[in-house]
C-alpha cells in the first residue's frame, strides 16, 4: 500500500472518532469497549497495521521536519490509568527523536502558579518542523481544577475573576488561544482516552497484583476514582466547549490498548497526511553547488 492509500485509510478508519462541533456531542454515544468493525481475534492483524503507521509516521515526520514550515501539537487526557503513556510509546516508537518533544504535566509548582494558566503550557510548544505531545495539558483547568475547586485558591486570582462564569470563560480562552496557534502553522489534535470504570479497577488491581507494576500505582489515583461522575461530566462540557474544526477532539474507545494505539496512530497519519508535505527542492544554485561538490569528491585521491 503507497502513502497517499494507507492515509485515506486512516482518514477513514479514525473519523468516526473525531468531533470537529461538540453542540450534539454526548459521552454516553462512544462505547470505551468499541473496537470498530474489527473483532477481538483480529488483534495480531492490527498490531502490524500499526507498525505500519508507526512506519509511514516516520516518513511523514521526516517530511515535516525537512520542510520546517508546520509544527505538530498532539494532546492526551485522560482518566488514571486509560493508557496514555502507552499510546505515546508505541505510536511514536519510530519518530526520529530529534523531531519530537514530549512534555508532561503535573501538579502546578509555586512559579507556575505566579502565572497564567496557559504559561507553563507554552513554553513547550513545538517548533516549526516538530511534533510536540502533551501528556496532560491546560485541560487541566476546566477538568480536575473544575472538580476541585479549592485549587483555584492557589491560583491566587483576583477575586472579582473567580465565579460561575468561570469555566465559560476558560473554554473560551482556550478556544482563542488554539485558533491563534492554528493561524500560526500549528496543527493541533486532540485525544481524551475514554476508560470505562470497570476497565479501570481491572487496571488498577492489575498495578497492585503485580510487583512489576506497583511503581505506577498512587493512592491519589483511587482518591480521584470516587470522583468518577464528575470527571466524567467535566470531560464531556469541555469536549462539547472546545471541539472545532481546527483543534477537533479524538473520542477514543480505550478498554482495548490495542484498539486505541491504532485509532491513535490513524488519527496522527491523516492529520500529517492533511499538510501535503514535501522535501524541499532544490534551486539551480544549489544544484550546482551540489555538482561541483560531487566533482571535488570524486576527484579526490585516496
Known amino acids: 500500500m503507497n502513502l497517499k492509500e494507507l492515509i485515506r485509510k486512516a482518514g477513514r478508519f479514525s473519523s468516526p472518532y473525531r468531533v470537529t462541533d461538540g453542540k450534539n456531542f454526548r459521552l454516553a454515544k462512544i462505547d470505551p469497549d468499541d473496537i470498530g468493525d474489527l473483532k477481538a481475534k483480529d488483534k495480531p492483524r492490527a498490531r502490524e497495521a500499526l507498525q505500519t503507521g508507526v512506519a ?151 498495578r497492585l497484583e503485580n510487583p512489576a507494576k506497583n511503581w505506577k500505582f498512587s493512592a491519589a489515583d483511587l482518591r480521584e476514582r470516587n470522583y468518577w461522575e464528575k470527571y466524567r461530566e467535566a470531560y464531556e462540557d469541555m469536549i462539547c466547549a472546545t471541539a472545532t474544526k481546527e483543534a477537533p477532539w479524538y473520542v477514543v474507545p480505550a478498554d482495548n490498548k490495542w484498539f486505541t494505539r491504532i485509532v491513535v496512530a490513524a488519527a496522527v497519519i491523516d492529520a500529517l497526511g492533511s499538510l501535503d508535505l514535501k522535501y524541499p527542492t532544490v534551486g539551480k544554485e544549489q544544484q550546482a553547488e551540489l555538482a561541483a561538490a560531487k566533482k571535488t569528491l570524486a576527484e579526490e585521491k585516496e
Open 56 to 206: 509511514a509516521l516516520a516518513e511523514l515526520q521526516d517530511r515535516l521536519y525537512a520542510q520546517d514550515r508546520w509544527a505538530i501539537l498532539l494532546l492526551f487526557q485522560a482518566m488514571d490509568a486509560a493508557g496514555k503513556d502507552g499510546v505515546i510509546k508505541h505510536v511514536m516508537s519510530g519518530i526520529n527523536p530529534q523531531g519530537c518533544q514530549v512534555a508532561s504535566f503535573k501538579t502546578p509548582s509555586a512559579e507556575e502558579l505566579d502565572h497564567d494558566y496557559l504559561w507553563r503550557c507554552q513554553k513547550f510548544l513545538p517548533e516549526r518542523g516538530r511534533i510536540g505531545i502533551f501528556n496532560r495539558s491546560y485541560y487541566e483547568e476546566v477538568l480536575v481544577v473544575r472538580v476541585h475547586p479549592e485549587f483555584l485558591q492557589k491560583q491566587k486570582l483576583p477575586a472579582p475573576l473567580v465565579g460561575d462564569k468561570i469555566w465559560d470563560r476558560r473554554y473560551e480562552d482556550i478556544r482563542s488561544f488554539e485558533r491563534y496557534l492554528s493561524r500560526n502553522g500549528v496543527l493541533i489534535r486532540k485525544f481524551f482516552l475514554h476508560v470505562s470504570k470497570k476497565e479501570q479497577k481491572r487496571r488498577f488491581l492489575e
